[in-house]
C-alpha cells in the first residue's frame, strides 16, 4: 500500500526548533524527489521544500529558506525537514508529498496526512 | 515567482451541473499545471497532470484543459462527494506556486 506518515508536529514557542519525520511506504522511495508542502489553519497551500531524490539537490520557498532543511535517509525511507528559528507564521499543516517525477518539475502524486505544528507562546 | 490567481473563490452548485473553474498565470508556463481536490479534513488528491492528463483512478467527469496561462477544470455532472476545495499548482518554474483555491459547495 502507498502510503506516506508524516510525525513529530506540535507545540513549539518561537523561535525554537522542531524537526518532522516522513515515513514511506508502498513505492521506491529512493527513485522519488520528495517536497514539503504546508496549509495555514483555513488557508491555501503553499510548497515548502523540495529534495532530489538521492538528497544531491534542494529547493527551498524564501519564506524558510536560512531556517528550515530538508534532508532524507534512503536506508529507512524516511524524509525529514528540520525547522529552526520557527515564527507564527510557521503555524500549519505539514505534508511530505512526493513528485511523480523525479527532478520536481511534476505534480505532487502522493500525499501524507499531515502533521500540525503550532506556533506560540 | 508566478502568481495563480483562480476564478471563481467559491461556487455553489445543484447536483448533476457542470462546473468550471479556471486558472490564471502571470506568465505562460505551457502545459505545466496541475489540479488537486482537497476535501474537508483531508490531503490534496491529484486530479489532473500537465493541464489535461487525467491522474489515475479519478472519475471520468474530471477534466483539465488550457495551455500557456489560461487553464480550466471541468467537473461535468457533479456529484455530492465531489464538494472540495480544488488547487490548480505550477510546476514550470521556482518556487512552485499553487492558487489560492475554489471552494465548491451543493446548493
Known amino acids: 500500500q502507498v502510503q506516506l506518515v508524516e510525525s513529530g508536529g506540535g507545540v513549539v514557542q518561537p523561535g525554537r526548533s522542531l524537526r518532522l519525520s516522513c515515513a514511506a511506504s508502498?513505492?521506491?522511495?529512493?527513485?522519488?524527489?520528495m517536497h514539503w508542502v504546508r496549509q495555514a489553519p483555513g488557508k491555501g497551500l503553499e510548497w515548502v521544500a523540495f529534495?532530489?531524490?538521492?538528497?544531491?539537490?534542494?529547493y527551498y520557498a524564501e519564506s524558510v529558506k536560512g531556517r528550515f532543511t530538508i534532508s532524507r535517509d534512503n536506508s529507512k525511507n524516511t524524509l525529514y525537514v528540520q525547522m529552526n528559528s520557527l515564527r507564527a507564521e510557521d503555524t500549519a499543516v505539514y505534508y511530505c508529498?512526493?513528485?511523480?517525477?523525479?527532478?520536481?518539475?511534476?505534480?505532487?502524486?502522493?500525499w501524507g496526512q499531515g502533521t500540525m505544528v503550532t506556533v506560540s507562546s | 515567482e508566478i502568481v495563480l490567481t483562480q476564478s471563481p473563490d467559491f461556487q455553489s452548485v445543484t447536483p448533476k451541473e457542470k462546473v468550471t473553474i479556471t486558472c490564471r498565470a502571470s506568465?505562460?508556463?505551457?502545459?505545466?499545471l496541475h489540479w488537486y481536490q482537497q476535501k474537508p479534513d483531508q490531503s490534496p488528491k491529484l486530479l489532473v497532470r500537465?493541464?489535461?492528463q487525467s491522474f489515475s483512478g479519478v472519475p471520468s467527469r474530471f477534466s483539465g484543459s488550457g495551455s500557456g496561462t489560461d487553464f480550466t477544470l471541468t467537473i461535468n455532472s457533479l456529484e455530492a462527494e465531489d464538494v472540495a476545495t480544488y488547487y490548480c499548482h505550477q510546476s514550470s518554474s521556482l518556487p512552485w506556486t499553487f492558487g489560492q483555491g475554489t471552494k465548491v459547495e451543493i446548493k
Open positions: 508529498a512526493r513528485g511523480y517525477e523525479s527532478s520536481g518539475f511534476d505534480a505532487f502524486d502522493i
Open positions: 508502498g513505492f521506491t522511495f529512493s527513485s522519488s524527489g
Open positions: 500537465f493541464a489535461s
Open positions: 506568465q505562460s508556463i505551457g502545459s505545466s
Open positions: 529534495i532530489w531524490y538521492d538528497g544531491t539537490n534542494e
